[in-house]
């Protein structure tokens, strides 16, 4: 069974860079076919969207927030980083990693970890 555990810091300053990492046990995250995406949920508010890494390392990224983002793995490590730049209080979130079997197909998601842009 593959299970996901998103880490990172609780608070970030506004202007600051945020990194979370989703470490991932009972699989690899080069099995072909499956990818992994970020997603968050401002509080009030849907799920969004924020960016995917393929098995093969390719990357996609929502254009909302392209310029922003960057997401990156670790194979030695098994494990996907998310980094979103020029922080606002706007980015105050859930953030969650999850597995993919297909486009928009989450099989398997963390338990989240919230992250609150605060001065």
């Known amino acids: 069974q593959v299970q996901l555990q998103e880490s990172g810091p609780g608070l970030v300053k506004p202007s600051q860079t945020l990194s979370l990492t989703c470490t991932v046990s009972g699989g690899s995250i080069t099995t072909t076919y499956y990818g992994w995406s970020w997603i968050r949920q401002p509080p009030g508010k849907g799920l969004e969207w924020i960016g995917y890494i393929a098995y093969s390392g390719s990357t996609y990224y929502s254009p909302s927030l392209k310029s922003r983002t960057s997401i990156s793995r670790d194979t030695s490590k098994n494990h996907v980083t998310l980094q979103l730049s020029s922080l606002t209080p706007e980015d105050t979130a859930v953030y969650y990693c999850?597995?993919?079997?297909?486009?928009?197909?989450?099989?398997?998601w963390g338990q989240g970890t919230q992250v609150t842009v605060s001065s």
């Open positions: 999850t597995r993919d079997a297909g486009t928009w197909y989450f099989i398997d």
